[in-house]
């Protein structure tokens, strides 16, 4: 069965410090990767996707991710972080089959320190 | 515009009762999509709707579990004979088409409680 893993289960970083967290997926035919994010009280948002192309692919709020595909991963980066980013972040792949259902990792919970 | 809506926000409900969990799509959005949440994991597919069919149902734990969309706009899970192990975050997505290239809005979430 398709599956996705985040290495990170909570990670704690100060402001300002990079953020690098891991996603790997077992390899499911075509790749649609996603990284989705859920701050506090609020719904889960799309951060940002890969389809095709440049493997290096840029999101909202300065997020961008990279799709090496000989390590089957697409982890998330961002140079410097805000207190704002404390959230829950979860990496997602297209399911198996010609629709849009999606197979999602455990999640990472980031928390930034002021 | 509106978003994707879910009611009731919080269920309590007892053990071998009947449930029924709605969600409102955006509007025009022909794909519909329910998933469950754990505590400490991520969203698992149940169900997926393009227009009033279900055109996959392969993450449905057992025949406890029904969804329906009859119109083809809202949409309501149906969960029979409930279990503590039901117990859960019920999402639901929906977007304009069912492919992957579609991006999914999420709703709030209906967080189900069996006692």
């Known amino acids: 069965a398709q599956s996705v893993s985040q290495h990170n289960h909570h990670v704690i970083l100060s402001e300002a410090a990079s953020l690098e967290l891991g996603c790997n997926y077992s390899?499911?035919?075509?790749?649609?990767l996603f990284w989705y994010v859920q701050y506090p009280g609020q719904h889960l948002q799309l951060l940002l996707k890969?389809?095709?192309?440049?493997?290096l692919v840029k999101g909202i709020k300065g997020f961008e991710a990279e799709f090496i595909k000989s390590k089957f991963s697409f982890n998330l980066r961002k140079p410097s972080v805000q207190w704002s980013d404390t959230a829950e972040y979860f990496c997602?792949?297209?399911?198996?089959?010609?629709?849009?259902?999606?197979?999602f990792g455990q999640g990472t919970t980031l928390q930034v320190k002021p | 515009g509106a978003g994707v809506s879910q009611t009731p926000s919080n269920k309590v409900t007892e053990k071998g009762k009947y449930v029924e969990l709605r969600c409102d799509p955006i509007?025009?959005?022909?794909?519909l999509y329910w998933y469950r949440q754990s505590l400490g994991q991520g969203p698992e597919f149940l169900i997926y709707?393009?227009?009033?069919?279900?055109?996959?149902d392969s993450g449905l734990p057992n025949d406890r579990f029904f969804a329906v969309r009859p119109e083809g706009s809202v949409s309501t899970l149906k969960i029979q004979r409930t279990e503590r192990g039901d117990s859960a975050m019920y999402l639901c997505?929906?977007?304009?088409?069912?492919?992957?290239?579609?991006?999914?809005?999420f709703g709030p979430g209906t967080r189900l409680l069996v006692l």
């Open positions: 997505a929906s977007s304009l088409l069912g492919q992957a290239t579609s991006p999914q809005y």
């Open positions: 390899y499911g035919g075509t790749v649609n």
């Open positions: 890969y389809f095709s192309g440049d493997p």
């Open positions: 997602a792949n297209r399911g198996s089959g010609n629709t849009g259902k999606l197979i």
């Open positions: 509007s025009g959005h022909t794909a």
């Open positions: 709707f393009q227009g009033t069919g279900a055109a996959d």
